[in-house]
């Protein structure tokens, strides 16, 4: 009796086995998800904006009326493209979107061109891409760029500088847009 009982033991931990090796097996397997994918989005500035030109007046030198640039910045947080759903349902994978924008001397976006700095990716869903970034942009506020106008000031205590006027300019940037599409993997682990 004994050793039915260990027959009946030794199956019983068999089936348990298959059965977890099946549903191990179907757990590597893809389903299909009510749920629709979402993608991701990643905003990288590609470099550093440089100034904009600084306007000579009249027949002063550099020196005698300096000026200095400040950036525009933008004001966080940054609304991020959504992936188009064309894409994500033909799993598209990664797609780069390289923009240059122009921040206007209200603070918003009022140019959004190709960036030479940024290539992007040629996909079937390039024109889907760039329109999802555009309308990201399109949300974007910066505290616009500045030129001061600094002047000497000739002080007994030693001559310092200070901001006679400010000037607030368009500014430019080139930023890179990455989509990756991400599905869901559904486990089909057997409930026990």
Not at 24 to 53: N, W
Not at 164 to 176: L, P, Q
């Amino acid at each position: 009796m004994a050793g039915a009982g260990v027959v009946k033991m030794w199956r019983i931990r068999l089936l348990f086995r298959f059965a977890l090796i099946g549903g191990l097996e179907a757990a590597c397997r893809h389903v299909a998800s009510s749920r629709t994918p979402e993608g991701t989005s990643s905003i990288k500035f590609v470099q550093p904006p440089s100034p904009p030109p600084a306007k000579n007046k009249g027949t002063a030198t550099r020196m005698e009326s300096p000026e200095e640039a400040v950036n525009a910045e933008p004001i966080l947080p940054l609304a991020t493209p959504v992936c188009p759903p064309a894409a994500l349902a033909a799993h598209a994978g990664t797609a780069i979107v390289g923009v240059r924008i122009t921040v206007g001397t209200d603070g918003r976006v009022s140019d959004v061109g190709t960036s030479l700095a940024s290539l992007s990716t040629p996909t079937p869903f390039a024109a889907a891409f760039r329109d999802a970034v555009e309308v990201a942009v399109a949300q974007w506020r910066f505290k616009p760029g500045e030129v001061l106008h600094l002047e000497t000031v000739h002080d007994p205590g030693g001559d310092y500088r200070r901001v006679a006027s400010r000037e607030k300019v368009g500014w430019t940037f080139d930023v890179e847009f990455t989509f990756n599409a991400t599905g869901d993997v559904v486990a089909g682990l057997p409930k026990m």
